[in-house]
């Protein structure tokens, strides 16, 4: 092939003199300098002559390669004409012969388009899922993100109950797709499971290609997630730790752009997306019931989720496609809280264990963690001890034994789940909550087992609680998980494992008892300061500083409840100083508010509430906490609220019909294992 070194985009005058051009805009410099009239840019096509004389074709090959590439074409056809080649390969395509790679007939051919490498003998018989089967209340809507990572399902998908063939993973991956929990069923079922096993409430996905289209209403719906649902999920105003404002919706406007450009994006940022988008449908279904159609989407886009989650610890968690670690487990933790929002606590309970498998597998080893990660780890944390805390001895099936002491190397297998009971080296030992952990195993202490305090913590930041209580807490579930589960073995009870136990909750009970709460001064409004108020005060009086002391009331009757089981009448005056903490926590927060930007949404920690009201004897206290519960779930629009309340009244019934008043909500929802978990 002749080489040339010189360019054809210069100016029409720089071209017909042979010079460079400096291509100046708009008109060439040099030929400004020179005095000439600049030609332009435009694009002039020269017409070939028929004179011989005014040729000037530059050949890629010389005559004799020409030649011989045109032998080559001419018997590569044999006898048949060009025609009937062409003949012959359209006949076998229409056919239906399965062609084997690219099929060629001398210089034609037939390009096969496959996705695999290997055909599905089974593919031809597949059901299709019509595309406005997914989105039926969506108008105009045709599909739904085609490309790597459509969906079609099967139209019997909610009732049928298919195994999904996994592809081998490393061991590691393979303990982090051991779901042992089936979320649609109402119960949990506690047997372990294989990892090709593990996904079988969902039917075998398929991959079809073609234009991803998105729902109409995603940018409303983002708007909508971020103005009236980013702030539900945690208590503090402006919290710049929440990873809901700093990292799950970033996240998904990231999702929306790839979607809207590239039109294809990961199953782990596709189920990000999609979970955003049906806590939105439901929130706003909440507040007009009457607009069924935001329900059913809300249905539509969870599934959705689920589908893509599933995808997502299948092909993402480890391997050359393998997704970010901290995108995949906001995706898992984001259906954790759908899962709450919708009252599908057994699913929470499950994607919460998923949760765990991923944190073990892949957060802990990370030598540095960022604070994005920290604050994820926090959030898993409170979900999972909230869970714990009114789910009993639910999840203590999936790891019966007792953990060991240490939380770094001394485990069977790093990623080995950790049961809610008191370790068996640290049965005896001392409780000391002044203790100071060091960063890691503060890092590693996902399940707050250690006794002490830890100065890197965020949970003040996050949810405005002092870990103190989130570990005094986590200490109590415990406990109780470990007496339940002695009471379970029947009439021989080791007398050693009894007194020690009984020693810790001792301890334990003291530590409760005398928890205190650091000083927290609040500023002082403008109207305060203007009225001549003393700063001095206005010292602990921040609406946060009222859901302490309520959580700190709560925690002394989940105790008392819990352990030594006692009567509900001995508890009345910390019922009613529960329900005194939650009244000033809304008065404070109204008065709050007056500075607050407009229409900005509020909440409140819901488990402090449930457990007072399931303590309530007096008519007085469970009409002001009835009261509360009804009005917060109305001003947030949440459905647990609504659910705490419903289990209050059925434990008030219960208690009233039998008189026995030491009975829990685990007595009385014995059919319901986890009626609700209060976040």
Same mark, same amino acid.
């Given at each position: 092939?002749?080489?040339?070194?010189?360019?054809?985009?210069?100016?029409?005058?720089?071209?017909?003199?042979?010079?460079?051009?400096?291509?100046?805009?708009?008109?060439?410099?040099?030929?400004?300098?020179?005095?000439?009239?600049?030609?332009? *840019?435009?694009?002039?096509?020269?017409?070939?002559? !028929?004179?011989?004389?005014?040729?000037?074709?530059?050949?890629?090959?010389?005559?004799?390669?020409?030649?011989?590439?045109?032998?080559?074409?001419?018997?590569?056809?044999?006898?048949?004409?060009?025609?009937?080649? #062409?003949?012959?390969?359209?006949?076998?395509?229409?056919? &239906?012969?399965?062609?084997?790679?690219?099929?060629?007939?001398?210089?034609?051919?037939?390009?096969?388009?496959?996705?695999?490498?290997?055909?599905?003998?089974?593919?031809?018989?597949?059901?299709?899922?019509?595309?406005?089967?997914?989105?039926?209340?969506?108008? &105009?809507?045709?599909?739904?993100?085609?490309?790597?990572?459509?969906?079609?399902?099967?139209?019997?998908?909610?009732?049928?109950?298919?195994?999904?063939?996994?592809?081998?993973?490393?061991?590691?991956?393979?303990?982090?797709?051991?779901?042992?929990?089936?979320? !649609?069923?109402?119960?949990?079922?506690?047997?372990?499971?294989?990892?090709?096993?593990?996904?079988?409430?969902?039917?075998? %996905?398929?991959?079809?290609?073609?234009?991803?289209?998105?729902?109409?209403?995603?940018? @409303?719906?983002?708007?909508?997630?971020?103005?009236?649902?980013?702030?539900?999920?945690?208590?503090?105003?402006?919290?710049?730790?929440?990873?809901?404002?700093?990292?799950?919706?970033?996240?998904?406007?990231?999702?929306?752009?790839?979607?809207?450009?590239?039109?294809?994006?990961?199953?782990?940022?596709?189920?990000?997306?999609?979970?955003?988008?049906?806590?939105?449908?439901?929130?706003?279904?909440?507040?007009?019931?009457?607009?069924?159609?935001?329900?059913?989407?809300?249905?539509?886009?969870?599934?959705?989720?689920?589908?893509?989650?599933? %995808?997502?610890?299948?092909?993402?968690?480890? &391997?050359?496609?393998?997704?970010?670690? =901290?995108?995949?487990?906001?995706?898992?933790?984001?259906?954790?809280?759908?899962?709450?929002?919708?009252?599908?606590?057994?699913?929470?309970?499950?994607?919460?264990?998923?949760?765990?498998?991923?944190?073990?597998?892949?957060?802990?080893?990370?030598?540095?963690?960022?604070?994005?990660?920290?604050?994820?780890?926090?959030? *898993?944390?409170?979900?999972?001890?909230?869970?714990?805390?009114?789910?009993?001895?639910?999840?203590?099936?999936?790891? +019966?034994?007792?953990?060991?002491?240490? %939380?770094?190397?001394?485990? +069977?297998?790093?990623?080995?789940?950790?049961?809610?009971?008191?370790?068996?080296?640290?049965?005896?030992?001392?409780?000391?909550?002044?203790? $100071?952990?060091?960063?890691?195993?503060? !890092?590693?202490?996902?399940?707050?087992?250690?006794?002490?305090?830890?100065?890197?913590?965020?949970?003040?930041?996050?949810?405005?609680?002092?870990?103190?209580?989130?570990?005094?807490?986590?200490?109590?579930?415990?406990?109780?998980?470990?007496?339940?589960?002695?009471?379970?073995?029947?009439?021989?009870?080791?007398?050693?494992?009894?007194?020690?136990?009984?020693?810790?909750?001792?301890? #334990?009970?003291?530590?409760? %008892?005398?928890?205190?709460?650091?000083?927290?001064?609040?500023?002082?409004?403008?109207?305060?300061?203007?009225?001549?108020?003393? +700063?001095?005060?206005?010292?602990?009086?921040?609406?946060?500083?009222?859901?302490?002391?309520?959580?700190?009331?709560? $925690?002394?009757?989940? *105790?008392?409840?819990?352990?030594?089981?006692?009567?509900?009448?001995?508890?009345?005056?910390?019922?009613?100083?529960?329900?005194?903490?939650?009244?000033?926590? @809304?008065?404070?927060?109204?008065?709050?508010?007056?500075?607050?930007?407009?229409?900005?949404?509020?909440?409140?920690? $819901?488990?402090?509430?449930?457990?007072?009201?399931?303590?309530?004897?007096? +008519?007085?206290?469970?009409?002001?906490?009835?009261?509360?519960?009804?009005?917060?779930?109305?001003?947030?629009?949440?459905?647990?609220?609504?659910?705490?309340?419903?289990?209050?009244?059925?434990?008030? =019934?219960?208690?009233?019909?039998?008189?026995?008043?030491?009975?829990?909500?685990?007595?009385?929802?014995?059919?319901?294992?986890?009626?609700?978990?209060?976040?």
């Amino acid at each position: 092939m002749l080489s040339r070194n010189r360019t054809l985009t210069g100016c029409g005058t720089c071209r017909h003199r042979h010079v460079k051009c400096d291509e100046a805009s708009p008109v060439c410099e040099n030929c400004q300098q020179q005095g000439l009239a600049c030609l332009g *840019y435009e694009r002039q096509l020269v017409w070939a002559s !028929h004179d011989g004389d005014r040729v000037f074709r530059r050949p890629l090959f010389s005559n004799a390669d020409q030649l011989r590439m045109t032998q080559l074409m001419t018997e590569s056809l044999g006898k048949q004409s060009a025609s009937a080649t #062409l003949a012959q390969l359209e006949n076998e395509y229409e056919s &239906g012969v399965r062609l084997g790679g690219d099929s060629f007939r001398g210089p034609f051919g037939v390009l096969v388009l496959s996705t695999d490498g290997v055909a599905d003998s089974n593919q031809a018989d597949r059901d299709q899922l019509e595309w406005d089967v997914f989105w039926s209340t969506i108008p &105009g809507d045709t599909a739904v993100f085609d490309g790597p990572c459509d969906l079609n399902l099967p139209d019997s998908f909610l009732d049928i109950d298919v195994d999904i063939d996994i592809d081998p993973l490393t061991s590691d991956a393979q303990s982090l797709l051991r779901p042992l929990t089936d979320p !649609h069923s109402d119960e949990l079922t506690l047997t372990y499971q294989s990892p090709s096993s593990s996904l079988a409430v969902f039917p075998p %996905l398929e991959v079809s290609s073609g234009r991803p289209a998105m729902p109409p209403e995603t940018a @409303d719906l983002l708007r909508y997630f971020k103005k009236n649902v980013m702030s539900l999920l945690y208590p503090l105003r402006n919290c710049r730790y929440c990873p809901w404002q700093t990292v799950h919706f970033p996240g998904a406007m990231s999702a929306f752009a790839d979607l809207s450009i590239h039109h294809t994006t990961s199953h782990t940022r596709l189920s990000l997306f999609y979970s955003l988008l049906a806590a939105s449908c439901l929130h706003k279904y909440t507040r007009d019931p009457s607009a069924g159609d935001l329900h059913i989407s809300a249905k539509r886009f969870k599934e959705t989720a689920k589908q893509h989650l599933e %995808l997502a610890l299948n092909q993402e968690v480890v &391997g050359s496609r393998q997704a970010k670690y =901290k995108e995949i487990l906001m995706a898992v933790l984001s259906m954790v809280m759908l899962s709450v929002f919708n009252g599908e606590n057994t699913s929470a309970q499950a994607f919460l264990v998923d949760a765990e498998y991923l944190i073990r597998l892949r957060g802990l080893p990370k030598p540095h963690k960022s604070l994005k990660v920290r604050s994820l780890h926090h959030v *898993y944390t409170f979900l999972r001890i909230m869970a714990e805390s009114t789910c009993g001895c639910a999840l203590l099936d999936i790891c +019966p034994d007792r953990p060991s002491a240490s %939380l770094l190397s001394t485990e +069977p297998s790093p990623n080995s789940l950790r049961s809610f009971r008191v370790a068996d080296d640290i049965l005896g030992a001392e409780l000391d909550m002044t203790l $100071l952990k060091g960063n890691v195993i503060g !890092h590693n202490d996902i399940h707050l087992e250690v006794m002490g305090q830890w100065s890197d913590t965020l949970f003040p930041d996050i949810y405005g609680i002092p870990e103190s209580l989130m570990n005094l807490l986590s200490q109590v579930i415990r406990l109780a998980n470990e007496q339940e589960l002695l009471h379970r073995g029947g009439r021989t009870v080791d007398a050693r494992t009894t007194r020690e136990l009984k020693r810790r909750a001792s301890m #334990l009970e003291q530590y409760i %008892l005398s928890w205190e709460q650091s000083p927290e001064p609040k500023p002082m409004n403008p109207t305060a300061r203007k009225n001549g108020q003393n +700063p001095a005060t206005s010292q602990n009086r921040t609406a946060n500083h009222f859901m302490i002391q309520a959580m700190h009331q709560a $925690l002394i009757l989940f *105790y008392y409840r819990r352990v030594p089981n006692i009567s509900a009448v001995i508890l009345q005056d910390t019922v009613r100083n529960c329900l005194e903490s939650l009244k000033r926590y @809304d008065k404070t927060r109204i008065e709050d508010s007056e500075t607050a930007p407009p229409d900005t949404p509020d909440t409140a920690i $819901l488990w402090p509430g449930f457990v007072a009201a399931c303590e309530a004897l007096d +008519p007085e206290l469970q009409s002001g906490l009835l009261d509360w519960l009804t009005m917060t779930g109305h001003r947030t629009s949440l459905g647990p609220f609504s659910a705490a309340a419903g289990t209050a009244q059925c434990v008030w =019934k219960t208690r009233s019909e039998t008189k026995d008043y030491t009975l829990s909500w685990f007595d009385v929802m014995k059919h319901e294992r986890c009626p609700i978990i209060a976040t």
